[in-house]
């Protein structure tokens, strides 16, 4: 029962990692961290080193120490990685960081178009998945305020390993900068790469 903390990508909740979730077996025990807009902990506007901080708050919560496993999709790698390396810094093993195709860079036209997959792809493989207008209202303000914390977000050094998962598929020019900038920053990078477009990537 080894915990696996996923960490939520740009629509700010852990919905995107269910089919991942099924074909982990029995061995593990998979945790969701949500982002909550509303939150007293959270100053506006959003930074995601204060983010990792208190996520880290909930995650030692189910495990009060190391090794911890932590993955994350798209925006959710950069959180991962910020709360690898601050749990680094608080004496922590880290015993897995998995970022899944990662990119420091894009365009609005390329959120947009992630997003709007994402929720077809949802809606597609779950037919009572519905929302109202209001809900998707809530989600691109979401996805909005974290937009806002990604692209303020620098990275820094980190003392431990990272498994990247490249999406073969996907335009190539960020996913390349971003492996330069992990490359740079952390004391080694695996890649693992994946025959997928981004947004299939999961």
Do not use: W
């Amino acid at each position: 029962k080894t915990p696996i903390f996923c960490l939520h990508a740009l629509i700010g909740d852990a919905f995107t990692y269910r089919k991942l979730t099924e074909h982990l077996g029995e061995e593990y025990s998979v945790y969701g961290l949500v982002f909550n807009p509303h939150s007293s902990q959270i100053r506006h506007p959003v930074q995601l080193t204060q983010l990792a901080s208190i996520y880290i708050r909930e995650i030692r919560k189910v495990q009060p120490k190391g090794p911890y496993c932590l993955l994350g999709y798209s925006l959710g790698g950069a959180i991962a990685y910020e709360v690898a390396r601050q749990l680094r810094l608080q004496c922590q093993e880290i015993a897995m960081l998995a970022l899944l195709d990662t990119r420091f860079e894009f365009t609005e036209q390329l959120v947009q178009k992630t997003f709007a997959a994402l929720k077809n792809k949802m809606l597609q493989e779950i037919k009572v998945f519905h929302k109202t207008s209001g809900q998707l209202k809530n989600e691109f303000a979401i996805a909005k305020m974290l937009k806002y914390a990604f692209t303020h977000y620098e990275l820094a050094a980190y003392d431990g390993t990272v498994l990247y998962f490249y999406a073969e598929l996907a335009d190539n020019t960020y996913a390349e900068r971003s492996l330069k900038q992990f490359k740079h920053f952390a004391k080694n990078v695996e890649i693992i790469n994946i025959h997928s477009k981004h947004a299939s990537l999961i």
